[in-house]
């Protein structure tokens, strides 16, 4: 049974950071396409930021650009997100995602860290 445990939410003020970690176990994050997502009260849950530690490349959506570092370590079996420069806007709750290289979608959840930017 995969499980994702995220951790390193909290509440900041705008422009400052905090570091996701999104920790993997029953499976290893090599063989995943491994994501970040949010949603935000009232609003759909959007793509964050992914990565395929398998081929090394990443995707952001436009609005952390720039902001938003994804990384992900094999030998901890985790992923991260660093979130620098933060803003109101990105209060939300993050979910942690994974998903096989050939599904089209996200097979396993974590439960959620809540992320609040006060301006």
């Known amino acids: 049974q995969v499980q994702l445990v995220e951790s390193g939410g909290g509440s900041v003020q705008a422009g400052g950071s905090l570091r996701l970690s999104c920790v993997v176990s029953?499976?290893?994050?090599?063989?995943?396409?491994m994501g970040w997502f949010r949603q935000a009260p009232g609003k759909e849950r959007e793509a964050v930021a992914r990565i395929s530690s398998t081929f090394g490349n990443t995707y952001y959506t436009d609005s952390v650009k720039g902001r938003f570092t994804i990384s992900a370590d094999n030998a901890k079996n985790s992923v991260y997100l660093q979130m620098n420069s933060l803003k109101p806007e990105d209060t939300a709750v993050y979910y942690c995602a994974a998903k096989y290289l050939t599904s089209v979608q996200y097979d396993y959840w974590g439960q959620g860290t809540q992320v609040t930017v006060s301006s």
């Open positions: 029953g499976g290893s994050v090599r063989g995943y396409s």
